[in-house]
């Protein structure tokens, strides 16, 4: 036995004796890695309603070709990603009254779909509308 070890026991037969508790515990003060790598967000944008990106990374390319309909291409690929989209206010002048919403798809490997709305909107473009939004991609 070494000695380190027969401290340990000594100090323990000396707790016990006088009334004490021994509390063992193997447990490694060392951090511990994830078993699985956390998620990271890989690409994001914020874009005007007339699809320019007013800020970003990890975005190559958009291409506005319809009312509310956009494609924004990214630098990595989407497999396995979390999608997330959100409507923003128009600078404070928010131009639907009543709810939006936001539809965001994968295309192909790198590229999403955004269509956006407000369907409680009056007029003829009652359903798809020009909205600003941002979206994150989160892998």
């Given at each position: 036995?070494?000695?380190?070890?027969?401290?340990?026991?000594?100090?323990?037969?000396?707790?016990l004796a006088v009334g004490g508790a021994v509390v063992a515990s193997t447990?490694?003060?060392?951090?511990?890695?994830?078993?699985?790598?956390?998620?990271?967000?890989?690409?994001?944008?914020?874009?005007?309603?007339?699809?320019?990106?007013?800020?970003?990374?990890g975005i190559t390319g958009i291409n506005k070709f319809g009312i509310g309909?956009?494609?924004?291409?990214?630098?990595?690929?989407?497999?396995?990603?979390?999608?997330?989209?959100?409507?923003?206010?128009?600078?404070?002048?928010?131009?639907?009254?009543?709810?939006?919403?936001?539809?965001?798809?994968?295309?192909?490997?790198?590229?999403?779909?955004?269509?956006?709305?407000?369907?409680?909107?009056?007029g003829s473009a009652a359903v798809d509308s020009d909205r600003p939004f941002?979206?994150?991609?989160?892998?």
């Amino acid at each position: 036995m070494n000695g380190s070890k027969k401290l340990v026991l000594g100090a323990a037969a000396v707790a016990l004796a006088v009334g004490g508790a021994v509390v063992a515990s193997t447990a490694s003060a060392e951090p511990r890695l994830p078993s699985q790598a956390l998620a990271t967000t890989t690409a994001w944008a914020k874009v005007a309603a007339n699809g320019q990106v007013l800020g970003g990374q990890g975005i190559t390319g958009i291409n506005k070709f319809g009312i509310g309909r956009y494609n924004i291409t990214t630098a990595s690929g989407l497999g396995g990603c979390a999608l997330l989209g959100t409507i923003n206010t128009n600078g404070g002048n928010d131009p639907g009254p009543g709810s939006s919403s936001i539809l965001v798809g994968q295309v192909n490997g790198n590229t999403l779909f955004i269509r956006t709305a407000t369907p409680s909107a009056a007029g003829s473009a009652a359903v798809d509308s020009d909205r600003p939004f941002s979206i994150t991609v989160v892998c």
